[in-house]
């Protein structure tokens, strides 16, 4: 059976900055072909992704990954009945350990005076819900609390085995675009994990980058002019890199994930349709902040392939092997141009992997990236996001 997944290869170009810092403060980087490379890893350009689905997705359609997770039901308990507030937290404390088994318990936080400061209860792990998940919880931990909202009778009420598969049933269902694409773990009960849909790559420059360091100093507002020196002095290590981020998504267990869309006017391909075209712009057009009041380094790619597959996955990394060396003139992108549209070119055909422009998109700018005009068709950024979802409506309605 044909698989549909979507490819996405980006190279964009970042001046000095430290948008990924490893625990001494120094850019993140890795050895790829013999040499050391600028890196980003994964973890901070997803991040970096789910931040940007705020600006594209209603909230609803988004999740909350949190240790504080009983503060966040015990919000969608009392805005429906504000009278469960001074229980609320233990209703939802019950109703959470009832769902996913996990432990909720009351962490002792230490207050400057040495003393033990209590604090609302808390999982052991960043547990991942939607706010539709929540929504449901809430439900049930108000049926379950009665009108006095009592969270002995909500304890007794969720021992029943109906009611406890009603409440697992709530967080295994109506899972959010962001847990629908990056999975989710859940410690204590292994079934309510979502394998995720979405895979990203580390970011790694095409060629080799070497790590700087800038020695700044500032300035004591109040400082008389005979007094010398700085008030603060320091460093902070950077460095600059055209790089080479990708990015795959397995359409169909996306769909999986999120189910058919809730609405009858709908397509049943709605829900999956918004989630690439969401995850699409949001990997596109993110950037990680590490440092980035320090260097301002806010750049967009200068050149996005995306490629709609009905077999394999494929990372072009392998184009940039051998360091792309500096043009005549200064630079990487336009040999990194160069090789990337004759490696992708060779290994489709190598691997019978040709089919045409028809699902196949070039989004670039400039005369360097020329070269990437005949990987597919070249489109801007708004026709890239809607004929990539429409190829996808097409693909899952058709059964292909």
């Excluded at 948008?19 to 890795?30: E, F, M, V, W, Y």
């Excluded at 594209?56 to 009278?83: H, M, N, Q, Y």
Aim: with cysteine; hydrophobic share 40%.
């Amino acid at each position: 059976m044909n698989r549909t997944i979507l490819d996405i290869h980006i190279l964009q170009t970042v001046p000095p900055s430290n948008l990924n810092r490893d625990d001494t403060g120094t850019p993140k980087s890795a050895y790829f072909g013999g040499v050391r490379r600028a890196r980003v890893s994964s973890q901070a350009w997803k991040r970096a992704t789910r931040r940007a689905f705020s600006d594209l997705l209603p909230a609803e359609e988004l999740g909350v990954r949190t240790k504080k997770v009983a503060e966040a039901l015990a919000e969608r308990i009392t805005a429906r009945d504000a009278s469960l507030a001074p229980t609320a937290v233990e209703l939802a404390k019950e109703t959470l350990v009832a769902a996913t088994g996990s432990k909720i318990e009351v962490p002792k936080r230490k207050e400057k005076d040495g003393e033990e400061k209590a604090a609302s209860p808390e999982s052991s792990y960043l547990m991942f819900l939607s706010r539709r998940q929540l929504d449901a919880l809430a439900e049930i931990a108000i049926a379950g609390g009665g009108p006095d909202g009592d969270p002995k009778k909500l304890k007794e009420y969720l021992k029943q085995k109906e009611h406890k598969a009603a409440a697992r049933r709530a967080v295994d269902t109506r899972h959010s675009v962001d847990i629908a694409l990056f999975g989710r773990m859940v410690a204590d009960a292994s079934d309510l994990n979502v394998d995720a849909a979405a895979q990203v790559a580390h970011a790694l420059s095409v060629h080799k980058s070497d790590i700087e360091s800038d020695y700044y100093t500032a300035v004591d507002d109040r400082s008389e002019d005979d007094e010398s020196g700085a008030g603060m002095i320091g460093t902070i290590d950077f460095n600059s890199a055209t790089l080479y981020r990708y990015a795959a998504v397995d359409v169909d267990a996306l769909h999986a994930n999120l189910g058919a869309g809730l609405r009858e006017d709908k397509a049943p391909t709605t829900p999956v349709e918004k989630a690439v075209g969401a995850f699409l712009e949001a990997f596109i057009t993110s950037m990680p902040t590490g440092k980035i009041n320090t260097f301002g380094n806010h750049t967009l790619p200068s050149a996005v392939i995306v490629k709609l597959r009905d077999r394999w996955p494929v990372n072009f990394a392998a184009a940039f092997e051998e360091p792309v060396p500096r043009g005549p003139e200064g630079g990487h992108l336009r040999e990194s141009c160069c090789r990337l549209a004759k490696y992708a070119a060779e290994l489709e055909r190598a691997y019978g992997m040709e089919g045409g422009h028809d699902h196949s998109w070039v989004f670039r700018i400039g005369e360097e990236t020329k070269p990437l005009a005949e990987l597919g068709q070249n489109v801007g950024l708004e026709d890239l996001v809607s004929d990539v979802s429409e190829a996808v409506r097409q693909r899952l309605g058709s059964g292909a």
